[in-house]
């Protein structure tokens, strides 16, 4: 379902040139419960943004379901992003002045749905993640882990064929951290989304179905499990 070829991807600090990717090719399933894991500064966050239509990339390519999106222009790919992404965000980055509800909703306000097809779905979603009855809540009478909560909601809301969540678990303990991960499972299992996360976590690298190690911008493991 992605298929990722020959990645590369540079920055220039000043004087130098860093090599963020170097020539990753890798293909992800369709389906597929993914970690990206490495040591600071091996590329994780750089690979998320490139599949995620975030960044550009400087050569190879990037496929995801029959789209090319490494050729899309910049507003190709924000239709894209809208039309079939999901993100995850390790702090959240939920609209602080919106309710739980309005939180979720507001991908399908965005796509123009009426009131009454959203607020099923949107109750339907709650109750799934375990918030049935904080949906009048803003962010600020939340947990962190309700948070999160929140915003797995509001990824998958659209159905949307990917999602990716960089370091989802990096701001909770440790417990909340695995129920989060837990519920990112049971939503990959009930909604056979694809998820790719990166993470730093021992707990989550253990969990995940299939763990790409990166190492100063290459894949220097590709372990699948079941
Ligand atoms: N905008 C930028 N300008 C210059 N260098 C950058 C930029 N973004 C990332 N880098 C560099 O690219 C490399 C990969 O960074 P990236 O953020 O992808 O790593 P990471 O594995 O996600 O790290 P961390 O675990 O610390 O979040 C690092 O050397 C980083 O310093």
Redesign the pocket.
């Known amino acids: 379902m992605i298929k990722i070829r020959n990645l590369v991807k540079d920055?220039?600090?000043g004087e130098t040139v860093?090599k963020?990717l170097r020539d990753i090719s890798v293909d992800i399933n369709s389906g597929e419960f993914t970690a990206i894991a490495?040591?600071?500064?091996?590329?994780?966050?750089?690979?998320l943004?490139i599949i995620g239509c975030i960044d550009s990339l400087d050569s190879g390519t990037v496929t995801i379901g029959e789209q090319e999106v490494s050729t899309m222009a910049k507003i190709e790919k924000s239709f894209f992003r809208r039309e079939n992404l999901g993100f995850i965000f390790q702090s959240y980055n939920l609209i602080p002045v919106l309710t739980a509800y309005e939180n979720v909703a507001f991908p399908l306000n965005l796509l123009g749905l009426l009131e009454k097809e959203i607020k099923p779905r949107v109750m339907k979603m709650l109750k799934e993640v375990g918030l049935e009855g904080m949906e009048h809540r803003v962010p600020s009478q939340l947990s962190g882990g309700q948070q999160q909560r929140v915003s797995i909601a509001r990824a998958l809301i659209k159905n949307p064929q990917l999602v990716l969540a960089?370091?989802p678990t990096a701001n909770l303990d440790s417990n909340t951290g695995r129920d989060i991960l837990d519920l990112m499972l049971k939503m990959n299992k009930i909604h056979k989304t694809t998820f790719i996360f990166?993470t730093?976590d021992q707990m989550v690298m253990d969990c995940a179905k299939r763990l790409l190690y990166?190492h100063d911008?290459e894949v220097i493991k590709d372990e699948r499990r079941e």
């Open positions: 920055y220039q600090s860093v963020a490495g040591p600071s500064g091996s590329g994780k966050t750089t690979m943004n960089d370091e990166s730093h990166l911008g």
